[in-house]
């Protein structure tokens, strides 16, 4: 199974980017999906979060501003960032929860990262 995210780099304050996440490989289900961050010399937080059904969670920092979607028949999720800030710089890693079969374990998979840049 491969999680495979682009859509990060360069951007002025104010600017948008969005993010795609497109997973592939033998997969029976996907649970939920999300979108997690690191800044340098910070953890890793949960920016927002997608069930299987559509509901959504978000950090407070990105309410309003970013808004994460799902399309279940292309197992991929999105993530589109408006009104970016420079405190929005990270590596955006995505994630999902999925199985490779009916009776299998759920287990966690991630992305391999991608930058992004906000300049002031």
């Known amino acids: 199974v491969q999680l495979q995210a682009s859509g990060g780099g360069l951007v002025q304050a104010g600017g948008s980017l969005r993010l795609s996440c497109a997973t592939s490989g033998t997969i029976f289900s996907i649970g939920d999906m999300g979108w997690f961050r690191q800044a340098p010399g910070k953890q890793r937080e949960l920016v927002a979060g997608?069930?299987?059904?559509?509901?959504?969670r978000y950090v407070d920092s990105v309410k309003g501003r970013f808004t994460i979607s799902r399309d279940n028949a292309k197992n991929t999720v999105y993530l589109q960032m408006n009104s970016l800030k420079p405190e929005d710089t990270a590596v955006y890693y995505c994630?999902?929860?999925?199985?490779?079969?009916?009776?299998?374990?759920?287990?966690?998979?991630w992305g391999q990262g991608t930058l992004v840049t906000v300049s002031s």
């Open positions: 997608i069930g299987t059904a559509g509901t959504s």
């Open positions: 994630h999902a929860a999925l199985r490779t079969t009916r009776w299998g374990t759920w287990y966690d998979h």
